[in-house]
């Protein structure tokens, strides 16, 4: 059994269950005497192997892994029989435990599928009523399955994206031109990567006013909001027509395309509908934290953060909306500078999402775990949590939240400015432009080319700094953002000796900014504090800076003004590299093991390693290339490795390779 049973995950490492965690509450102490009269041998060699997982005599029938050491180790006649005779206990008082010994004692279809529909109707949790009606449809009547699969798949495309990837199939096939199911199963292949594929679908049925409804949903999965705020255009009526979530998509959109009093109105259409139901009400809430966040609005951001997460606080049978209100709470504690209190929001999410079986969700809330670590100054754990979430992020294809991620790397690294500091930020950065620019996303590409340009001055390249703040400037002329390229120009200026002009241009910046509200003045302010070297305006800015519990500000006031703390911060960490090749492959940097994923990678380090060991001051490309891709051209041989080689690089140092 793997993956999913009912909605529990069963093929969890035996240290989590070794750790106490409970999936379910104990409510059969009474199960195990009735049905070891079955055969008592084989029960009491399952209590023993369960009890190795951590499992109670007293919870073995609801624990999910009580099929899988128990009922495999039973003649299938055993296995009917015992199964029958908890059926016939549980049938009436616990439906939603029963249904899990539906199969084994091998119930005609619609004996089956009844003792499902009781099930599925005492059943409270969204999820696992999914993967309850999932069940149901494999014994339900023909007349009953088509509307099974797709309620089945609905709720299962956030927890079980294959599972409802096969039910949108199978309904899609059940019912070919029906737009409801064409549209769902669009929009489930669009999740997985496959928009084309997925918008084939639906432009093969006929045109009408719920096919454009139905095609703006598909547009906005796919993260083409640009196109989709189009259509909405278009057609006079549809923006109100669409889900909430997907109103709420378009909604932001316009925030971050600097539309905002044509948002907020929106927005506050959307928030006085009184039929909203709970979900949607959380969204909606949300969305105002949102916009609060945009027009740097903070009591207001902390007023409706707190509505918003009060809405869900104390509803245990919501698990799967607590959960994501758990990490919106954690977001927003973060945008209040109340570090302490995000870390252990994130924490908390991150381990009830790896509970659930959610990786993706784990893995974006690691990101957010990362950023709050740069706003604390703990850069090595938000370089360790930012590269391991990077790593997941990418297997798992998301590449909004790892483009997020990338921007996060660069923010470190230009901050942080450890040994090749810039070199990695630029890495990091021309990744993030380019994911960002194929997505057509405005607000990470202003992002992305912003610290790519600090990264160039950093790291002295003035003229590529320049050529991309021309390009940053291309997407902010005349728009709100407009300060970022100043600032970078102010500090090109400064870099060319142009002292003056700089200081001029980010004084103007500076005033501009208080003008608004801005959060980031106190920063902005102290660039001009060490451009004009005064060392009192310094020391109250360091003050202030540690009173707010600002660390960045800190981390950079230490850095420009040494001699206001007598222990020297700002000196670069001093990278220590050991590989282990004895046994397993280990590869520890400042006492940090580095995973390196791929035989290709692996290869090149030992082929890199060989080298070294035989007296030679460097290994030959074309060496290199006949090793790894034998097979290969010249061309692609060269390109693959110099990638691999690149890849490395990034990961250890620049020294080091």
């Known amino acids: 059994m793997n993956g999913y049973w009912m909605g529990y995950p069963t093929s969890k490492p035996k240290w989590f269950y070794r750790q106490g965690h409970s999936l379910e509450p104990d409510h059969s102490k009474g199960l195990w005497a009735i049905a070891a009269g079955c055969s008592g041998a084989v029960f009491k060699r399952a209590e023993k192997v369960l009890e190795q997982f951590g ?271 758990i990490g919106r709470r954690a977001v927003n504690l973060t945008w209040l500078n109340r570090y302490a209190e995000a870390d252990q929001f994130f924490k908390k999410h991150i381990q009830l999402s790896l509970e659930a079986g959610q990786i993706l969700q784990a893995a974006v809330s690691q990101v957010g775990l990362g950023s709050n670590c740069i706003d604390q100054g703990l850069y090595e754990q938000a370089e360790k949590e930012l590269l391991a979430a990077r790593a997941t992020l990418e297997r798992y294809q998301s590449w909004f939240h790892w483009t997020q991620c990338e921007r996060f790397l660069v923010q470190l690294y230009c901050i942080w400015q450890p040994l090749h500091g810039s070199f990695l930020a630029l890495n990091h950065a021309e990744s993030a432009i380019k994911t960002a620019q194929q997505a057509k996303h405005r607000s990470f590409t202003i992002s992305a080319l912003n610290w790519a340009t600090r990264s160039e001055i950093l790291f002295g390249q003035l003229e590529r700094a320049q050529t991309r703040n021309a390009e940053l400037h291309d997407y902010v002329r005349e728009t709100e953002e407009h300060y970022f390229w100043q600032w970078n120009q102010a500090l090109i200026l400064e870099r060319r000796g142009d002292i003056q002009t700089a200081l001029e241009l980010m004084q103007a910046v500076v005033v501009a900014r208080e003008n608004v509200g801005s959060s980031e003045v106190s920063l902005l302010r102290l660039e001009v504090i060490r451009v004009s070297q005064d060392a009192k305006a310094a020391r109250l800015a360091l003050d202030d800076f540690q009173h707010t519990g600002n660390a960045p500000g800190v981390t950079l006031c230490l850095r420009y003004f040494p001699a206001l703390n007598d222990s020297d911060v700002t000196q670069p960490s001093k990278i220590t590299l050991q590989i282990n090749v004895l046994g397993t492959l280990q590869i520890i940097r400042n006492d940090h093991e580095i995973p390196v994923r791929g035989a290709k990678r692996k290869l090149l380090l030992a082929l890199l390693l060989e080298a070294q060991l035989a007296g030679q001051p460097e290994a030959k490309t074309n060496d290199l290339c006949d090793a790894l891709y034998p097979t290969a051209t010249n061309e692609e041989a060269k390109a693959a490795t110099q990638q691999l080689v690149f890849q490395l690089r990034g990961q250890l140092d620049t020294d080091i390779i």
């Open 55 to 325: 499992v109670l005599k007293n919870q073995a029938f609801t624990h999910p892994l009580f099929r899988e050491v128990t009922l495999k180790k039973m003649s299938s006649e055993q296995r009917r029989d015992m199964a029958r005779r908890v059926l016939a206990h549980l049938e009436r008082s616990e439906p939603i435990q029963a249904v899990r010994f539906v199969r084994d004692a091998a119930l005609p279809a619609l004996q089956a599928y009844a003792l499902y529909c009781k099930a599925i109707n005492a059943e409270t949790d969204e999820v696992r009523l999914g993967h309850l009606k999932a069940e149901a449809f494999e014994c339900a009547p023909r007349k009953q399955r088509f509307g099974l699969a797709m309620e089945a798949a609905r709720v299962l495309v956030e927890a079980d994206m294959p599972k409802a990837a096969r039910l949108a199939e199978i309904a899609h096939a059940l019912k070919p031109n029906d737009l409801e199911v064409v549209s769902l199963h669009a929009r489930i292949l669009v999740r997985q990567g496959e928009a084309k594929r997925g918008k084939a679908l639906l432009e093969g049925l006929p045109r009408s006013g719920n096919w454009w409804l139905k095609w703006s949903e598909v547009l906005i999965a796919a993260d083409e909001l640009a196109s989709a705020w189009e259509v909405c255009q278009g057609q006079p009526g549809l923006s109100g027509r669409l889900p909430v979530l997907a109103q709420a998509a378009l909604i932001q959109y316009l925030f971050l395309q600097g539309k905002r009093n044509e948002a907020e109105e929106w927005l506050s259409q959307l928030d006085a509908q009184i039929n909203l139901t709970l979900d949607e009400a959380f969204i909606v809430k949300s969305l105002w934290v949102t916009f609060f966040v945009v027009v740097d609005r903070l009591q207001e951001l902390d007023r409706a953060a707190q509505v918003a997460y009060a809405l869900v606080e104390d509803l245990p049978d919501h698990v799967a909306l607590k959960r994501k209100a």
